[in-house]
Structure formats: structure tokens, C-alpha cells
């Protein structure tokens, strides 16, 4: 597959999951629990975690204290949903300090939509599960041994993640595209240039996406014009149309460069 279409094949595959996540998460957010009350064992379960993370959570401020009756510790709603959102950011690779912070800003008494409206603001852009390898299961993964310069080459796409010594975090979709990426006679140096351009204006993009979203969506939610609700569904349209916008653009812009090109050599 030619470089041209097979970058345009990364990005609409990105864009093709974006609303999915946004969806799942919200839903997840925003269903109703088959009681008021649990014990801790019943809310780890329902939450999919275990006591002991239910109680570091407690711990580290995370949750509100629970009613107590006798010996006994119950936990409502407010605890459920907000381990549900603090669940999905951890999912999302947002650290303890980044939870508390998000967690800060969302009053106690917020709505099952508000839980939601945040799990849709945060959830990423590629909500697939991330998956951990060692140097040697990546090259499984790849079906060769990779180069340094090629690590380096895929962090820079986006595809790898470095999270510590001989660790690394990625999505097989994604680093998938990239290594078929590798696979074509061209430089890595080469691909190297190309990340480079598209993180420079992608960044640029999401940069300039976002103050719209900010001034058009967040600032009239705050001003109480529209709901959360109407925010999440937002949300899930425009994060898909955004990305397949872009791809539509990059494609007529790569057009136009190439008649350019030819123009000038004739």
C-alpha cells in the first residue's frame, strides 16, 4: 500500500472507534443501580474491583466516608458512580493525582448525566484497551526484532508507548498500521520527517478543536443553556466527524500538493 493512503487508513481508523469509547463509557457512567445501599463487598463487586482497591481509594480521599450502622459500612450511589469514573481514568492512563483533581471539580451531589458528562470528556480518542509488552513480546508481536531507531520511530507515531525499562504500552490496532508503516521500502528516516509534520499540525488541529468545544459547547453546559445530556451526545457525533473531516481535508489537501508538484516540473 502506497504511503499516502496507508497514512490516511491510520486515521480513519482512529476515527471509526472514537465514538464507540465515548458511548461505552457514558453508558457505563450513566446506568442505574439495582440498589441504594451496598457493603463493600457488593459495591467491589458491582464496580468490577476489589475490596482492598475500594478501601486505597477510600484511603486516598478518593470517596466520601460511608454511612455506618453498628460495625457495619454502607456505601450509596454517590460511591458507585464515583468509582466507576474513577475506574474508566485509570483505564485512560490518568494518574491518582489526575483523578483527585477531576474528582474535585464534581460536586457529590452531581447526577448519574454529570458522572457521564465527564467520562465522555476525558475518554480518549482511542478508547481501546492498552496491552503491555517486554522488548521480546513486541517483536513477537511485530513477527521480528525491531531497532532502537524503529522503537523511537513508533513512540513518535503514537503507536508505542515507553513506560519504563524494557516495558512498553500500545494498542494492536494502531501499532499494526504503523508497522505496516515500517514494512515499505523508505526510510526510517523518512517516516521519521512525515511523524513529525503530522504530530506538528494534528497538534494543531486538536489545539484549535478544542477551543471551539470550549467556547461553543463547555461555555454554554456552564451557563446552564444546554445539559449534560445533550453535551455527551454531542460529543459522541462530533469526536468521529472531527477525525473523518480531518482525513477528508488531508486527503484534498495531498491532492492539491501533488498537482502542485506536477505543475512545476511541467
Request: proline share 7%; hydrophobic share 45%; charged share 25%.
Given at each position: 500500500?502506497?504511503?499516502?493512503?496507508?497514512?490516511?487508513?491510520?486515521?480513519?481508523?482512529?476515527?471509526?472507534?472514537?465514538?464507540?469509547?465515548?458511548?461505552?463509557?457514558?453508558?457505563?457512567?450513566?446506568?442505574?443501580?439495582?440498589?441504594?445501599?451496598?457493603?463493600?463487598?457488593?459495591?467491589?463487586?458491582?464496580?468490577?474491583?476489589?475490596?482492598?482497591?475500594?478501601?486505597?481509594?477510600?484511603?486516598?480521599?478518593?470517596?466520601?466516608?460511608?454511612?455506618?450502622?453498628?460495625?457495619?459500612?454502607?456505601?450509596?450511589?454517590?460511591?458507585?458512580?464515583?468509582?466507576?469514573?474513577?475506574?474508566?481514568?485509570?483505564?485512560?492512563?490518568?494518574?491518582?493525582?489526575?483523578?483527585?483533581?477531576?474528582?474535585?471539580?464534581?460536586?457529590?451531589?452531581?447526577?448519574?448525566?454529570?458522572?457521564?458528562?465527564?467520562?465522555?470528556?476525558?475518554?480518549?480518542?482511542?478508547?481501546?484497551?492498552?496491552?503491555?509488552?517486554?522488548?521480546?513480546?513486541?517483536?513477537?508481536?511485530?513477527?521480528?526484532?525491531?531497532?532502537?531507531?524503529?522503537?523511537?520511530?513508533?513512540?513518535?507515531?503514537?503507536?508505542?508507548?515507553?513506560?519504563?525499562?524494557?516495558?512498553?504500552?500500545?494498542?494492536?490496532?494502531?501499532?499494526?498500521?504503523?508497522?505496516?508503516?515500517?514494512?515499505?521500502?523508505?526510510?526510517?528516516?523518512?517516516?521519521?520527517?512525515?511523524?513529525a509534520i503530522i504530530d506538528e499540525h494534528a497538534t494543531a488541529v486538536a489545539e484549535g478543536l478544542t477551543e471551539v468545544f470550549i467556547r461553543?459547547?463547555?461555555?454554554?453546559?456552564?451557563?446552564?443553556?444546554?445539559?449534560?445530556?445533550?453535551?455527551?451526545?454531542?460529543?459522541?457525533?462530533?469526536?468521529?466527524?472531527?477525525?473523518?473531516?480531518?482525513?477528508?481535508?488531508?486527503?484534498?489537501?495531498?491532492?492539491?500538493?501533488?498537482?502542485?508538484?506536477?505543475?512545476?516540473?511541467?
Open positions: 500500500m502506497p504511503l499516502l493512503p496507508m497514512i490516511l487508513s491510520v486515521l480513519l481508523a482512529q476515527s471509526l472507534r472514537a465514538s464507540e469509547g465515548v458511548l461505552l463509557y457514558s453508558d457505563r457512567m450513566a446506568a442505574p443501580a439495582a440498589a441504594d445501599e451496598f457493603t463493600i463487598d457488593e459495591l467491589a463487586a458491582r464496580t468490577g474491583l476489589t475490596v482492598r482497591t475500594v478501601r486505597f481509594y477510600a484511603t486516598e480521599g478518593l470517596l466520601p466516608p460511608p454511612e455506618r450502622r453498628g460495625r457495619v459500612a454502607y456505601y450509596g450511589p454517590v460511591h458507585r458512580m464515583r468509582l466507576e469514573l474513577i475506574r474508566t481514568l485509570q483505564e485512560h492512563g490518568y494518574t491518582l493525582a489526575a483523578i483527585e483533581r477531576v474528582l474535585a471539580r464534581v460536586p457529590l451531589d452531581a447526577s448519574p448525566a454529570e458522572y457521564a458528562l465527564h467520562s465522555a470528556v476525558l475518554a480518549p480518542w482511542l478508547p481501546e484497551q492498552p496491552e503491555h509488552f517486554d522488548r521480546a513480546g513486541l517483536e513477537r508481536r511485530v513477527g521480528r526484532r525491531i531497532t532502537d531507531e524503529e522503537i523511537g520511530y513508533l513512540a513518535q507515531v503514537g503507536a508505542l508507548e515507553v513506560v519504563g525499562e524494557d516495558e512498553y504500552r500500545t494498542s494492536s490496532a494502531v501499532l499494526g498500521h504503523a508497522v505496516e508503516l515500517m514494512r515499505l521500502p523508505v526510510p526510517t528516516s523518512v517516516l521519521h520527517d512525515s511523524a461553543a459547547i463547555w461555555g454554554p453546559y456552564q451557563r446552564g443553556e444546554i445539559d449534560s445530556e445533550q453535551v455527551v451526545a454531542m460529543l459522541g457525533r462530533l469526536r468521529p466527524l472531527a477525525v473523518q473531516g480531518l482525513v477528508s481535508a488531508f486527503g484534498r489537501a495531498a491532492d492539491r500538493a501533488a498537482r502542485r508538484g506536477l505543475e512545476r516540473e511541467a
